[in-house]
């Protein structure tokens, strides 16, 4: 009797440890449970939701339908950049793109995005604002990595830096030599204040003639005019700014003194330097 005792505390004793298959067993369900857990964080990091998509959206809207403008921008180093922009109902803010991201308007402090980061993103350096990752990093992580601010400002020598180097600044009072140098122009070239195609249908241009040659919309010029003050330079390179007027003068004088006269058809061109072609 004492034996057949012992035998079944035995037994019951050896049951209170588990087998090595129910071992194999937990582990697999409990890494299997971790690791579903760990896949779902990341998923959920690692998407927008929809309250996002439709912020983003509609600033990306905004941005599309509205006029902004560079007025000055800086690099202060490789990955980092500051610009204002002003507004088409004149207002200025300050847009820094680096490692962090920043636009002093209510609305990115609200929401981290506004049309006038993105009016900077896409315009000036032509990023794809319909890529999940670019929209990611700005709505999800709030910030850029180093890899993202290397593809953003791989293009930005074309579009920002000064084309020429200065000339001499011209005295007022000096006489204009008759250079007027005119870059020619095709349809992948952008205003340096707007950004937006040069060539559009009833935009007049204007020309810095005794420097760079580059030429900008007018419309925008003006709006650069105002913001700048009394001192104007060109956007590009920087040299005095020379109004068409005045540009217009010196080259009606130059040509004033030729044996034969201006025909008409002449005239015009000499005079709308400034202005597109009709077929514009």
């Known amino acids: 009797m004492g034996s057949m005792s012992q035998l079944e505390d035995s037994e019951t004793h050896e049951n209170i440890y588990p087998s090595p298959l129910e071992n194999d067993t937990q582990l697999i369900l409990s890494s299997s449970s971790s690791s579903s857990s760990a896949d779902d964080d990341l ?5 927008l939701t929809h309250d996002q998509q439709i912020i983003f959206d509609k600033a990306l809207g905004e941005m599309l339908t509205r006029h902004f403008y560079l007025i000055q921008h ?7 950049f ?6 088409y109902n004149r207002h200025r803010y300050k847009i820094i793109i680096s490692y962090y991201l920043s636009c002093s308007c209510k609305n990115f402090r ?11 993103l896409k315009r000036i350096f032509n990023v794809n604002l319909y890529s999940f990752d670019i929209r990611l990093s700005i709505m999800q992580y709030h910030q850029f990595t180093s890899i993202d601010l290397e593809d953003i400002f791989q ?3 074309r579009r920002l830096c000064p084309i020429v180097t200065p000339l001499i600044p011209i005295n007022k009072k000096e006489k204009l030599s008759l250079t007027l140098k005119r870059q020619s122009i095709d349809y992948t070239d952008v205003c340096p204040i707007c950004f937006e195609s040069l060539l559009m249908k009833n935009r007049k241009l204007v020309t810095c003639f005794y420097s760079c040659g580059k030429s900008m919309h007018k419309h925008c010029m003006n709006e650069w005019k105002r913001v700048q003050g009394k001192s104007i330079n060109c956007p590009l390179c920087q040299a005095h700014w020379i ?3 005045t540009a ?5 004088t130059h ?7 201006l025909v008409k058809r002449e005239k015009y061109i000499l005079c709308c330097l400034y202005t597109p072609p009709d077929w514009l």
């Open 43 to 47: 998923l959920t990091t690692n998407m």
């Open 74 to 80: 800086e690099f202060l180093s490789p990955d980092h």
């Open 82 to 87: 500051e610009g204002w922009i002003y507004t």
């Open 110 to 120: 609200k929401n981290f995005v506004c049309k006038h980061f993105l009016f900077v």
């Open 155 to 157: 293009g930005q020598v």
């Open 243 to 245: 109004d068409p007027s």
């Open 248 to 252: 217009e003068k010196a080259v009606l």
């Open 255 to 261: 040509y004033s003194h030729r044996s034969y006269p």
